[in-house]
């Protein structure tokens, strides 16, 4: 039997791991239905060879950076790295999003760019409460 045990509940580490649980699942979809993850964002263009390969690939750094975030919280590792990583990766989901904002498909872009922009701000806020 092992001798570990996960750390107590924290509110701050709940949220963190609820974030690194959000950014796994959303990169398993990237992963195993690229097109179908990408519909809302970017519309017609998400069927191309080239979109389905770079947002599996885009998926597979989600689904590390979600994992990564997850363990630390989990076996009570610095996490503040890993939550720092995804606040980068967020803040430039959300400025590509805004700078493409036009040619983007109404409802997806809107989405995006709230989503991302959130994600970003709460875990800039989990990485200076945890750091």
Do not use: C, N
């Not at 997850?70 to 606040?87: I, K, M, Q, Y």
């Not at 989901?93 to 872009?109: E, S």
């Not at 959130?118 to 875990?123: C, H, K």
């Amino acid at each position: 039997m092992s001798d570990y045990a996960p750390p107590a509940a924290d509110p701050a580490r709940e949220q963190v791991r609820f974030l690194g649980i959000a950014r796994a699942v959303i990169g398993g979809a990237m992963v195993l239905a690229p097109a179908t993850s990408m519909r809302f964002w970017i519309g017609d263009e998400r069927k191309e060879f080239g979109t389905r390969l770079i947002t599996r690939a885009f998926g597979m750094r989600e689904i590390a950076i979600g994992v990564g975030t997850v363990l630390a919280v989990d076996h009570d590792a610095p996490v503040r790295g890993w939550l720092e990583v995804g606040v980068l990766i967020d803040t430039s989901d959300a400025l590509t999003t805004l700078l493409a904002y036009r040619k983007l498909p109404r409802v997806g872009r809107t989405l995006v760019a709230a989503g991302a922009a959130t994600a970003a701000v709460m875990g800039a806020r989990l990485a200076r409460q945890l750091g």
